[in-house]
């Protein structure tokens, strides 16, 4: 079965920086492009990030402004999330997400991300 667990996150001042892990089981990881959304309180789940299954390319959201950075190490299955710059706006649950087709999606628990003062 797919599993996605993410870990990571925490509190943070503004400004601040944190990585964000995505640990993959369950399905041939190296095969399959991964993706990072987030959902802050009262807003809907909006796309931040995705990597192809190669790690030759990225594309982000433009509200992330350069500000962070995805990866991945298919070695050990695992896909990251560099976050820096950190904004109050960037409070958010971090979920990993990887998509078979058009229809299945498969997510983690999600990490929660806390950017104050």
């Known amino acids: 079965q797919v599993q996605l667990v993410e870990s990571g996150g925490g509190l943070v001042q503004p400004g601040g920086s944190l990585r964000l892990s995505c640990t993959a089981s369950g399905f041939t990881f190296s095969a399959y492009a991964m993706n990072w959304y987030r959902q802050a309180p009262g807003k809907e789940r909006e796309f931040v990030a995705t990597i192809t299954s190669a790690g030759i390319s990225t594309n982000y959201a433009d509200s992330i402004s350069g500000r962070f950075t995805i990866s991945r190490d298919n070695a050990k299955n695992t896909v990251y999330l560099q976050m820096k710059s950190l904004k109050p706006e960037d409070t958010a649950v971090y979920y990993c997400?990887?998509?078979?087709?058009?229809?299945?999606?498969?997510w983690g628990q999600g990490t929660q991300v806390t950017v104050s003062s």
């Open positions: 997400n990887t998509r078979r087709g058009m229809r299945r999606d498969y």
